[in-house]
Nanobody, 116 residues
């Protein structure tokens, strides 16, 4: 069973930046399209960024984060990243990574809090 460990969250002021990391155990990571998800208080989990190829050449984003967030991956390190710039209070949520089909057990997530 693949284990996912997210890190890099924190408290930041609006307009600030954070870089999230998600490391997966196991050797199959590079073959899976990956995504970052988030869940705000009282809301469902939503996908915000996807990296659709092992090389990282194909990405897409939710409209709410397009132009501000960048997803990338390092297959040698079994890690996917989310660079978040120009953060807004509405980005406050717990952030998770998983495959685009949510195939693996969810990790604990990392809390991102953006103050206004």
């Amino acid at each position: 069973q693949v284990q996912l460990v997210e890190s890099g969250g924190g408290l930041v002021q609006a307009g600030g930046s954070l870089r999230l990391s998600c490391t997966a155990s196991g050797s199959v990571f590079s073959t899976f399209p990956m995504a970052w998800y988030r869940q705000a208080p009282g809301k469902g989990r939503e996908s915000v960024a996807r990296i659709l190829s092992g090389t990282g050449a194909i990405t897409n984003y939710a409209d709410s984060v397009k132009g501000r967030f960048t997803i990338s991956r390092d297959n040698a390190e079994n890690t996917v990243y989310l660079q978040m710039n120009s953060l807004k209070p509405e980005d406050t949520a717990v952030y998770y990574c998983n495959t685009i089909s949510s195939a693996w057990k969810w990790g604990q997530g990392t809390q991102v809090t953006v103050s206004s």
